[in-house]
């Protein structure tokens, strides 16, 4: 009897602790399949704190340079790097690499990383150099970060040349085809398609004479070796202020402060050659992330409103010409297709 009841005991025992458990195994499945799932919970805030923000800048930052120390495109790249270091806690490294036409320089920036740590500087010599086809790139080598400033150009003549007007140069360089000899800096830059929009916009022909830079050219003018000089305004303002030069139209779209009394082409009826400015500017290589390009223009943002900066850029005579990416990949684009059409036809 004894033995039946401990059986009779074990059995309910067993069945009790059964009950129990498939109490609590349906407890979990309808707390797991409902909207406040403490699982879940914990799931989303470890994915939350899992990911980190990214901190960029939080090492140094090169900054290459496709010409030699103590031009212009160096002077504003240190002139950036030393106003930028006050507003992050790092520090920037220019490299100068010169040669190549700029081969060189992006060559090497396209070697590092595309982590927003190596950034480009060039001018609007870039989307041109590209389009004549004298370096290994195209415009989708790179990706354009923002513009920073620029520079009119302008076309000028001696004081004592019997150009008085660009009316006047454009009727004798139509009279005279290839006669009219015309210098500025470099080929397949800034003054040579500048030059070659001169021409096709007035339908005339003269003769190209490629200095190695804008000081050689003006001395070129000045000397009466050359009959004009395509240039930035930067190179002849002095030499106008001085009474040396002539400056018979600028590019801007509307006339320049320095020279209210010089028409723009604009005015004289050429309205391809409007907002032909000599720009600076800074590049990317593609791939880096857009947060760390939004992040770099928001350091740019503080230069271009530095004191320092303003002084800069009052010292060399140039505009704020402030474009984020997306403006400035249009910009970049118009050029590298307007100068691609100007060399084919020149050729």
Same mark, same amino acid.
């Given at each position: 009897?004894?033995?039946s009841f401990?059986?009779i005991?074990?059995l309910?025992?067993?069945?009790?602790l059964?009950?129990?458990?498939?109490?609590?195994?349906?407890?979990?499945?309808?707390?797991?399949?409902?909207?406040n799932?403490?699982?879940?919970?914990?799931?989303?805030?470890?994915?939350?704190?899992?990911?980190?923000?990214?901190d960029y800048?939080?090492?140094?930052?090169?900054i290459?340079?496709? *010409?030699?120390a103590?031009?212009?495109?160096?002077?504003m790249?240190?002139?950036?790097?030393k106003?930028?270091?006050?507003?992050?806690?790092?520090?920037?490294?220019?490299?100068?690499?010169p040669?190549?036409?700029?081969? /060189?320089a992006?060559n090497h920036a396209?070697?590092?990383?595309a982590?927003?740590?190596?950034?480009?500087?060039?001018?609007s010599?870039?989307?041109?150099?590209?389009a004549?086809?004298?370096? %290994?790139?195209?415009?989708?080598?790179?990706? %354009?970060?923002?513009?920073?400033?620029?520079?009119?150009?302008a076309?000028?003549?001696p004081?004592?040349?019997?150009?008085?007007?660009?009316?006047?140069?454009?009727?004798?360089?139509?009279?005279? %085809?290839?006669?009219?000899?015309?210098?500025?800096?470099?080929?397949?830059?800034?003054n040579?398609v500048f030059?070659?929009?001169?021409?096709?916009?007035?339908?005339i022909?003269?003769?190209?004479?490629?200095?190695?830079?804008?000081g050689?050219?003006?001395r070129?003018?000045?000397?009466?070796?050359?009959?004009?000089i395509t240039?930035?305004?930067?190179?002849?303002?002095?030499?106008?202020?001085?009474?040396?030069?002539?400056?018979?139209?600028?590019t801007?779209k509307?006339?320049?402060?320095?020279? %209210?009394?010089?028409?723009?082409?604009?005015e004289k009826?050429?309205?391809?050659?409007?907002?032909?400015?000599?720009?600076r500017?800074?590049?990317?290589?593609p791939?880096?992330?857009?947060?760390r /390009?939004?992040?770099f223009?928001e350091i740019?943002q503080?230069?271009?409103?530095?004191?320092?900066?303003?002084?800069?850029r009052?010292?060399?005579?140039q505009?704020?010409?402030?474009?984020d990416?997306?403006t *400035?990949?249009?910009?970049?684009?118009?050029?590298?297709?307007?100068?691609?059409?100007? *060399?084919?036809?020149?050729?």
């Amino acid at each position: 009897m004894k033995k039946s009841f401990f059986i009779i005991s074990l059995l309910v025992l067993v069945l009790a602790l059964f009950g129990c458990g498939a109490n609590e195994t349906g407890t979990e499945t309808d707390d797991s399949s409902g909207p406040n799932d403490d699982t879940n919970t914990n799931s989303n805030d470890d994915t939350n704190t899992n990911k980190q923000e990214d901190d960029y800048p939080n090492k140094p930052i090169t900054i290459v340079v496709p *010409f030699s120390a103590g031009g212009s495109g160096d002077t504003m790249s240190r002139t950036f790097a030393k106003i930028a270091e006050k507003y992050v806690d790092v520090s920037f490294v220019v490299e100068n690499k010169p040669g190549g036409s700029g081969a /060189i320089a992006l060559n090497h920036a396209k070697t590092k990383p595309a982590d927003g740590y190596t950034i480009l500087y060039h001018s609007s010599t870039l989307p041109f150099t590209m389009a004549s086809g004298k370096i %290994p790139f195209n415009k989708d080598d790179v990706q %354009p970060i923002a513009t920073l400033v620029s520079n009119y150009q302008a076309l000028s003549v001696p004081v004592d040349s019997p150009f008085q007007t660009l009316e006047d140069f454009v009727n004798y360089a139509k009279d005279n %085809p290839g006669k009219v000899k015309v210098s500025g800096s470099g080929i397949n830059g800034t003054n040579h398609v500048f030059a070659l929009k001169v021409e096709d916009s007035t339908d005339i022909d003269f003769n190209y004479v490629s200095y190695d830079g804008g000081g050689d050219a003006l001395r070129a003018v000045l000397g009466n070796n050359v009959d004009a000089i395509t240039s930035s305004g930067e190179v002849v303002n002095q030499a106008a202020e001085e009474g040396q030069v002539r400056i018979l139209a600028v590019t801007s779209k509307e006339r320049v402060e320095e020279h %209210p009394d010089v028409p723009t082409f604009v005015e004289k009826g050429y309205t391809d050659i409007s907002d032909e400015f000599i720009w600076r500017a800074f590049y990317a290589m593609p791939g880096v992330p857009e947060e760390r /390009i939004d992040k770099f223009n928001e350091i740019i943002q503080k230069v271009i409103d530095d004191p320092e900066w303003d002084e800069y850029r009052k010292n060399t005579n140039q505009d704020n010409y402030y474009n984020d990416g997306k403006t *400035f990949t249009e910009i970049f684009n118009n050029y590298y297709d307007s100068a691609k059409r100007l *060399f084919e036809k020149d050729n």
